[in-house]
């Protein structure tokens, strides 16, 4: 996994990326949602659909917006970015 954090005119960008098995094209559409997981994923541990729509809530808490891409076999790119209207603090484990 790779963050990155960047800003710039105000703007700040966080860049969330993995070397996952990815994400199916049509899965694209629907993972932001309450309780929405992967079909037919490999991963080990399972959860409850609800990381990536907090995610997406709390970005727009901040008043950003949250983006994904993603290819089968090649892992997957999350971006959070705009202007940070409170004041936000990370705490990675």
Not at 6 to 16: E, F, H, R, T
Request: hydrophobic share 35%.
């Amino acid at each position: 996994m790779r963050v990155d954090v960047s800003q710039l005119d105000g703007q700040m960008s966080i860049a969330v990326s993995d070397t996952g098995t990815g994400i199916p094209e049509a899965a694209l559409k629907t993972i932001f949602e309450e309780f929405q997981q992967v079909k037919g994923s490999d991963q080990k541990e399972k959860g409850t659909g609800l990381g990536l729509a907090i995610t997406r809530r709390f970005s727009e808490f901040l008043g950003g917006t949250i983006d994904v891409e993603s290819e089968i076999g090649k892992g997957s790119y999350r971006k959070r970015s705009g202007g940070l209207q409170r004041r936000l603090t990370f705490v990675l484990h």
